[in-house]
């Protein structure tokens, strides 16, 4: 068990301690806020309800989370420590002082600002060295990206814990202000503001021009993979060729600052509230949340860019097969995401199938028919499913499926499925599942060979001895 | 049937030409390139693969495609006409007068144009107010946003054809040089160019940056939201308060210009040959293609955005409800879309369940179970399906289902589906599928009230007196 200690809550702070708190660590707060424990809960509440669902297995148990008074109490236990206080060099001046008296000498201490470099954050420090930027995204605890920048030793370590929370660590090569992804961000919203005060479009008609289009390409390829792409056959160089003189075109106003003024306040704030005024902050939230929820789920079906991160973080976790054949097996722990639901507002009776899909599989690859079996031409397809429906099932509840084979010999691999809900142990539905053994090739059935059909015999044999599940008497 | 000539091919001018093809149009292309017919049936490929599978009902009957040996043999029937030539205003006012000459008065003439404003296009034409922007962006087939700038009369007209066609028509409010995207991304190409010149980060880090970070976000709320719900519940004003001064810092470098010269173009093309390389153009398009489809039907299930551009589109395309009961219902036509399959490479056995799912709501939106009943507090259940697999579908497949209603008496429907493919009429597999009525407030069964059960009688005795499908007889 680690502890991480999160110095000011908020919206960022708050990201942190749920990134944390999930992934199993110790989350200990200090927030001078009165506030700050309300804030923090329900910056939690959010991430209970839309991480774990980004999750195909079961996650580790949720670690425990304190306030501390002071700074002291707050970090002297932590093996990473979190600085999210407002952007003023001398503040975090004072923090980091009274966080290095107090912590233990190998801490991890990272800085979320925006915007100043570590050389400007670890002046005066007793050690210096261990201080770095890690400035991250909101949500904190959806989206992955961390950037890194600082001393490349400890940027090696701070890597390599973000690793296990899942994050996408991304080492800055010099330190500049303001990193990389918000310079890109202050250039957009640079030339936006002008485009607002010159009254070429909205802020609703501004946002539509990016998520009806551009903005779909960069969620998943960024810019340079996507112009490369525009370039055709002929590549990057062509593109630039094609592009490149366009750097010298009247295309921007960037040259320009404009005015920072209650006008310019007054007509984008005013824009805003008539584009997203319908909805609460909190509303916005949580859709925004499903939203990044399901398309990062998207991606990770097609296992690229942020969703290849969430199979490579399940595939760490990933629960080893069952050991004991001598019992109904355990096949699948995980939480019903928000993508399996349906108008009704409960899982969709298609993803019944899903879960009894994936829990087939593991029976599968208990006897062999894993994914190198399936690259080498064999698997196993199911002919026929009978699933009765008991109950319904909601997003974010955590649920398993117990598994009995009746049948494994020959073709045949017959299972049946009881499908749970971990809080009450109530039964979902169940499943009779008949999976043939088939030649990828000719795309037809054929006997398994000597080495999995002996291992089929020993799980037929355990298995069959047992007493049939209670639901398949009834 | 309309008709819409495509003159420049390539990879924008067969975008457009795919989606007005695949949304029923008959097209004519113009280019004098004698690689134009190979170009464009590849652009097509990619687009037939992948935008019927945005959609989740059926779609129309594909136009007719040919090509035309000069502008006017093009241009002479055409509702609309879209010029994507290259860059160079003397060649678009060649182009634009060639096709005024020939083409109907009426017609619809958009350019593709990314920099040039409505006025320098309209320079000397004959109907000046005919000539307008329709800016769209690469992949065409799939991104939904085009950017209207011109004559107000002519560009509601132009709305209203690219509605039609599912896209997303944005209005631009006052013409300016590069409209509005485009003077984003000139931005951030400008300061990404700085970075990646002053070795801050890699092609590949920039695009981590953002494909991990923000680029998740703006794919489905844009920026203004996006930095509303950063404002708290404050809103934008905070926001603005807090992150305004900004706009004075050092935090890009947009005031100066990157010399574009061969060592910048070797250094970029060299780093974004190590990023992505190892993909050909055509793989990574269709890696772009199938991440694109699978988010924007993230979002479709989200309703939001790109996704509810989607549904509005699918909801204008719904067939009718069957009309004769006197024979099995035909309650589902679509084609397999790519996040429906598996590791085996075809769809997953889950999905299955999917299509009878929603073979099961055109059955019970028969019997008046449709939405508005839903949000009165009624629905039905599914309780068991018994499904057989007999063969395999893929991605791009087009499907349908013939329903036969087995009982519809009391709380209870039960349906037999047979789930086929539409070009062999192969059976794919079949579902026994038994619903109850319910009420949403108890949860628990019910019978349903007089009208719809009047409805059910109907059904059953025409449904029940036809012979048993034949596969339920073997």
Redesign the interface.
Known sequence: MKTAAIIGGG?IGGGWAARFLINGWDVVISDPDPEAERKISEVLANARRSLPALSDVAIPKEGKLSFASSIKDCVQDADWIQESVPERLDIKHKVFAEIQKHCRVDALIGSSTS?FKPSELQQGAARPDLIFVAHP??PVYL???I?LVGVHTTLEKAAAVLDTLGM?P?I???E???H??????????????W?IK????T????????????????????????Y??????A???HF??Q?????????????D??E?NDEL?DL??G???A??GKY??RE??R??D???V??????K??N???GA?LNQHDARNRPSLPDSIAAPLRTLERVVPI?WT???GHM???????V??DAGDVVMAMIGAD?AY?DGGM?Y?????????NN?THAGEAVYVRTQVLEAKGKKLRMYHEFCRVSDDELLATCNQLLVHVS?ET?RSCEPGPEMAAKMAVLHEAQTRLPRPASMRD
């Open positions: 919206v915007g995204f909101n989206l992955p990206v950037e996408k991304l800055v090569r010099k500049i202000d303001a990389i992804a918000d310079r890109l961000l202050e250039a957009v919203w640079r030339e936006a503001l485009l010159d009254g070429i479009c802020t609703e008609e501004l946002d539509d021009a990016i998520r009806f289009g551009f903005g779909l390409r960069w969620a998943q390829m960024g810019m340079f993979e996507t490369r792409i525009a370039g055709g056959e590549g990057m160089r630039m060729a592009f490149g003189p366009c750097l010298e075109w009247p295309w921007t106003k960037l040259m600052v404009p920072f306040v984008i704030a824009q805003s509230d584009q997203s609460s902050i916005l939230e859709i925004r499903d939203n990044l399901s398309m990062m789920r998207a991606l079906a097609r690229w860019g942020a991160l993508d349906d108008y009704n969709n009776e298609s993803r019944y199938g899903q009894f899909s994914q399936i698997s397809f199911t002919v026929d499913n009978h699933i009765t429906y319904e990828l795309r």
